[in-house]
Nanobody
């Protein structure tokens, strides 16, 4: 089992930056990929970004491409999401998730293929 703990959320203004972190512990040797998802009130959980654990291949949702950067430290077992030029549309609870099996690009975009999830961290962007 893998435990994931997010941190770094908060209240910011439009145009500001924020950096989220996710610390993984437990069976971290089984991680093949990790991702960030977000869920706004009344909406479904949506893909934000993902990264393969060994190769570091990155994938982004179109809505965040060019503004967000996902990174990982597979020695410290941490995942980060640097978010720049935030808008009110980015307001949501952000979750990190871990995958232990498939690492196809298509699978990494779907929450259904992730095995473990953090508790989430709130990001609120005021306009």
């Amino acid at each position: 089992q893998v435990q994931l703990v997010e941190s770094g959320g908060g209240l910011v203004q439009a145009g500001d930056s924020l950096r989220l972190s996710c610390a993984a512990s437990g069976r971290t040797f089984s991680i093949t990929a990790m991702g960030w998802f977000r869920q706004a009130p009344g909406k479904e959980r949506e893909f934000v970004a993902a990264i393969t654990w060994i190769g570091g291949a990155r994938y982004y949702a179109d809505s965040v491409k060019g503004r967000f950067t996902i990174s990982r430290d597979n020695v410290k077992n941490t995942l980060s999401l640097q978010m720049n030029n935030l808008t009110s549309d980015d307001t949501a609870v952000y979750y990190c998730a871990e995958m232990e099996s498939v690492t196809t690009a298509q699978a990494m975009l779907s929450p259904h293929y992730y095995d473990y999830w953090g508790q989430g961290t709130q990001v609120t962007v005021s306009s």
